[in-house]
T-cell receptor
């Protein structure tokens, strides 16, 4: 099993550009999450999904949209990137209660 | 906002035990205590979780105070690979809130 994979690993965007981050899991998990982590800080929840076709806002949802069209994929979109969205983005999935599996992260820089 | 309090950093020698404290004075009866760790340049990794009783697994032990207002994560024999940021999280559902955690340094 690959576990949780994230695409791309690195990306540089100019202010105002858009992009989509892809998260995929092969563990048949129902719950999936997107977090961001700024330097020296803990992770903050952006959006999450409790099953295919569902999404919900987390702690810091502004400026992001998500979709969960297939159970194994959770997409995070930035419609108009801003420098404040420079961060490392982590995706996670959860099957067994309370044990989340994280991907390796995507490092995004917005100039 | 994170609801737990942890020291910013701790140091340990290799092959010695590490005791990581966590205060969660606002914990409710349905809140679990979760521990995750994050190695450098990686995503967080699940370590252990518990509700009331002490818990053991292959990675660590979790000792929970009788009043549940504090807990201690115990790494029995630290290795260099255990150098990481350790997060103590109080949560009663599937949404976790990460604070700044405790940075553990292991000296060879």
């Amino acid at each position: 099993n690959a576990g949780v994979t994230q695409t791309p690993k690195f990306r540089v965007l100019k202010t105002g550009q858009s992009m989509t981050l892809l998260c995929a899991q092969d563990m048949n998990h129902e719950y999936m999450y997107w977090y961001r982590q700024d330097p020296g800080m803990g992770l903050r929840l952006i959006h999450y999904s409790v099953g295919e076709g569902t999404t919900a806002k987390g702690e810091v949802p502004d400026g992001y949209n998500v979709s969960r069209l297939k159970k194994q994929n959770f997409l995070l979109g930035l419609e108009s990137a801003a420098p404040s969205q420079t961060s490392v983005y982590f995706c996670a999935s959860q099957g067994v209660p309370y044990e989340q599996y994280f991907g390796p992260g995507t490092r995004l820089t917005v100039t | 906002d994170a609801k737990t309090t942890q020291p910013n950093s701790m140091e340990s020698n290799e092959e010695e035990p590490v005791h990581l404290p966590c205060n969660h004075s606002t914990i409710s009866g349905t809140d679990y205590i979760h521990w995750y760790r994050q190695l450098p340049s990686q995503g967080p990794e699940y370590v252990i979780h518990g509700l009331t009783s002490n818990v053991n697994n292959r990675m660590a032990s979790l000792a929970i105070a009788e009043d549940r207002k504090s807990s201690t994560l115990i790494l029995h024999r630290a290795t260099l690979r255990d150098a990481a940021v350790y997060y103590c999280i109080q949560a009663n559902d599937y949404k976790l809130s990460f604070g700044a955690g405790t940075t553990v340094t292991v000296r060879a």
